[in-house]
């Protein structure tokens, strides 16, 4: 069964750090690997999708990282700013054609002024 | 292109009573996925749709259940309410392969928040 874990749970931060949230998977079986923004009350933004086969995405300040073989991934802020305050979490889709997404509990991340 | 949508987005049941949510994907994605969120739990996969089947199913008890109409459209229903489903309904939809091999993004609505009293 596949688990899918985030350390660390919340996460505070100066505005300006650069910062790096981690995901860990226990079945390298996946197609890809995801990494959403939830804000409060509200539904799921996907911020960068990583397909088994690639290494790396990366869209403005964010990059992000996919070793498959250790089943690991890692979110990485550059320069972060108040407006990155959110929870973020990390999804897998296993494989076996279906589209289920395996969820991790989200680290929750406050960035300071 | 308008992105997933939810309705209602509110709602307040009481127990025993039964609820169905709605969710229009985005259009030309055939593939919708529904999911319940809580506080305790964090995100549980519930059911996926595509072209009106169900492929696959979370372990949810019978009361919950769910269709998909040709316009790919789908709505989950749950009868006979309990505190324990108050929660986030999310539904996520993206555009469905065939077969094996990478899938693509999957996109969410803000969800429906049901509270069950």
């Known amino acids: 069964k596949q688990e899918v874990t985030q350390i660390p749970a919340a996460l505070s931060v100066p505005e300006g750090e650069n910062l790096v949230l981690n995901c860990s998977f226990t079945d390298s079986a996946i197609y890809n690997l995801q990494w959403f923004r939830q804000d409060p009350g509200k539904g799921l933004t996907s911020l960068l999708l990583?397909?088994?086969?690639?290494r790396e995405q990366t869209s403005g300040r964010l990059n992000a990282s996919l070793d498959k073989s250790s089943g690991r991934s890692t979110l990485y802020i550059a320069a972060s700013q108040p407006g990155d305050s959110a929870t973020y979490l990390c999804a897998v889709t296993p494989q076996g054609g279906s589209e289920k997404l395996v969820f991790g509990k989200g680290t929750k991340l406050t960035v300071n002024p | 292109k308008a992105g997933v949508t939810q309705t209602p987005r509110y709602l307040i049941k009481t127990r025993g009573q039964q609820v169905t949510l709605s969710c229009s994907p985005i259009s030309g994605h055939r593939s919708v996925s529904w999911y319940q969120q809580t506080p305790g739990q964090g995100l549980q996969f519930l059911f996926e749709y595509f072209s009106e089947t169900q492929r696959n199913k979370g372990n949810f008890p019978g009361r919950f259940s769910g269709r998909q109409f040709s316009n790919s459209r789908s709505e989950m229903n749950v009868s006979t309410l309990e505190l324990g489903d108050s929660a986030l309904y999310l539904c996520?939809?993206?555009?469905?392969?065939?077969?094996?091999?990478?899938?693509?993004?999957?996109?969410f609505g803000p969800g429906t928040r049901l509270l069950v009293l």
């Open positions: 996520a939809s993206s555009r469905q392969r065939q077969g094996w091999g990478p899938r693509e993004t999957q996109y």
């Open positions: 990583i397909q088994s086969s690639q």
